[in-house]
């Protein structure tokens, strides 16, 4: 059965770093989400991507974040100057349209130190 | 704010036994409320979905119902079993935004 998967499942940085997590969701789905989960707290909507530009954002996808498709497989989320509160899980979903149900990668965990 | 509330927070039972878990919410209009199972350190896997017209689903030994008049939920998991020790998670769509509006979860652990 087809999934989406994420890499790395875990990533340890430094604050102020950059990173970038990476997604490939299911093939023929159209529609991607970033999702975070700090420990403990309930996953937070971050953003939403369709037709190659953001259609939704929340108030934490401030200007240090940003959602590429650089080709016809990979979806990332790059966070440029990493502090210690982005540590959390993030998932990445995606869906074929918008009727049908979001698929959930397996998240990468973040630690900034 | 649009906000969903889920109780209890936690829950032990034993192997076999069955449980209701609980969820409230505001958010209006919705278009759909999912329950998902999340295991530690694992991304949501989708049990059930119920659009506004629909008040029960079952998915195996998971049953879900809705009422859409008082905004309440419930997800009944029946003879338990040490696998499903996992966190479950309302989660409702906003109609308006599309946006999926996660509860805190339940965190079940099923004990031999």
């Known amino acids: 059965e087809p999934e989406v998967t994420q890499t790395p499942s875990h990533q340890v940085t430094q604050m102020g770093q950059e990173v970038i997590l990476r997604c490939v969701p299911i093939s023929n789905h159209l529609y991607f989400y970033w999702y975070r989960q700090i420990l403990g707290q309930k996953v937070e909507f971050l953003v939403s991507?369709?037709?190659?530009?953001?259609?939704?954002k929340s108030e934490i996808f401030d200007d240090q974040f940003s959602v590429e498709r650089p080709d016809g497989s990979n979806f990332t989320l790059k966070i440029r100057s990493t502090k210690l509160e982005d540590s959390a899980m993030y998932f990445c979903a995606s869906r074929i349209s918008e009727t049908y149900e979001q698929y959930f990668g397996p998240g990468t965990r973040l630690t900034v130190t | 704010k649009n906000q969903v509330e889920q109780s209890p927070q936690s829950l032990i039972i034993l192997e076999g036994k069955n449980c209701t878990l609980q969820?409230?919410?505001?958010?209006?209009?919705?278009?759909?409320l999912r329950w998902y199972k999340q295991d530690t350190g694992r991304g949501p896997v989708s049990l059930t979905i119920?659009?506004?017209?629909?008040n029960t689903k079952s998915n195996g030994r998971y049953t879900a119902t809705l009422d859409a008049d008082t905004k309440q939920s419930s997800l009944h998991i029946t003879a338990s079993q040490l696998s499903d020790s996992a966190s479950y998670i309302c989660?409702?769509?906003?109609?308006?935004?599309?946006?999926?509006?996660f509860g805190t979860g339940t965190r079940l652990q099923v004990f031999p």
């Open positions: 991507f369709y037709n190659n530009e953001i259609s939704e």
């Open positions: 969820c409230n919410y505001t958010v209006s209009p919705f278009s759909n």
């Open positions: 119920m659009t506004f017209s629909e």
């Open positions: 989660v409702v769509s906003d109609l308006k935004t599309d946006k999926l509006i």
